[in-house]
């Protein structure tokens, strides 16, 4: 392992002053990718700028959207409430990283930083339409997270540039989102493929009756059904895609495909297909191609009908495992 000097910087003014004085250096946070790297002997750093100590990365605050620091642990946003209600889809994904004691140290920083095409909160924040916040010697700017991710491990910053935060905007009452992340095992473990969904739907019919569709135990079958005589329509989706392609990517021909239209089964259906069409997976250690490809087909649409749960769903319902 390579000997490397550790900087503890208490503010980002002094975190990005380091960056540029400094030889061969890189920035940690919760250091639980760069340390598994130094160990590796994948990376060689010779100073490792900490952020842990900086305060002003860490905050949540949920006035007009919501606006989270780089700081934040996966822990902090899994449990907030406002999130799990409003942001639904980050909470879930925040919520399946890693271990608790993962959870409890890695940041929302360091996870879309360090850009893995497994990274779990990103696609949520694809269909959340989050912004990257950076601040580097040129000053502050702020990236659309789709134009933040250029390949595996390569994200738009440019040398010395840190993530201060993110900035979600408000999505309104009618929009529900979810993330499912399939693994091997209900256990520690990276995603074989990962799909986030945003949906803001119009009801024409009766919203009690769209409500008591969802009730646990119900036919997934019959609660379309009920949904489609109710007139329920998709006024806009979002759906996201993780580990099938060399970045996480939004499914954008599906998303226009389901735009105005009545759900049904044969929709969700369709729109999976169209999803699955739009993906590029290959053969890994954890899965294969062809099955990363029937995954999406399936997990589109339940993601979809999950984020529809969340609007109108009793309270129950917040909890996705009980639907499909
Ligand atoms: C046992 C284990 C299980 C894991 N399971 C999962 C999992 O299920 N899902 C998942 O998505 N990930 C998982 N990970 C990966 C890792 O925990 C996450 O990616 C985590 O969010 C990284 O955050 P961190 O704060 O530890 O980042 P660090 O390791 O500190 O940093 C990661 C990268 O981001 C850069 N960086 C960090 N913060 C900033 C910033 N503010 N601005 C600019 N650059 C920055 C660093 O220089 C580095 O390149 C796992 C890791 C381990 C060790």
Known sequence: ??????????????????????????YIAGGTDVIVLVKQEKLAPANLVSLRNISELVYIDTKDGLKLGAG????????????????????????????????NVATMGGNICNAAPSADTACPL?????KIV???????????????????????????????????PDLGSNTGSAYIKHARRQAMDLPIIGIAARAAIKIDGNEAVCRDSFVAGNDISQTIKRL????????????????????PVRAKKAEEAIKG???????????????????????SIRGEAWYRRE???????????????R????EQMTNPNRLW
């Open 1 to 26: 392992m390579s000997n490397y000097e550790y900087h503890k910087p208490q503010t980002v003014k002094e975190a990005i002053g380091l960056m540029e004085s400094l030889e061969n250096a890189k």
């Open 72 to 103: 934040v642990t996966h822990s902090a946003i899994a449990n907030n409430e406002f999130i799990r209600k409003r942001y639904s889809a980050l909470a879930d994904a925040a919520g399946a990283v890693g271990s608790k004691q993962i959870r």
């Open 126 to 130: 694809l269909v959340l339409d989050a």
């Open 134 to 168: 950076i601040d580097g010697k040129a000053g502050k700017r702020e990236v659309p997270i789709d134009d933040f991710f250029l390949g595996p491990n390569k994200v738009a910053l440019n040398a010395g540039e840190l993530v201060t935060g993110f900035v979600l």
């Open 228 to 247: 489609e005589d109710e007139r329920l329509v998709f006024e806009d989706v979002r759906i996201a895609m993780g580990v099938v392609a060399p970045r």
């Open 261 to 283: 239209k009545i759900i049904s089964e044969k929709l969700l259906k369709e729109i999976g297909e169209i999803a699955a069409s739009e993906s590029q997976p290959r053969d």
């Open 295 to 309: 995954m999406v087909k399936v997990l589109t649409g339940r993601a979809i009908l999950r984020s529809i749960g």
């Open 311 to 314: 609007i109108v769903g009793p």
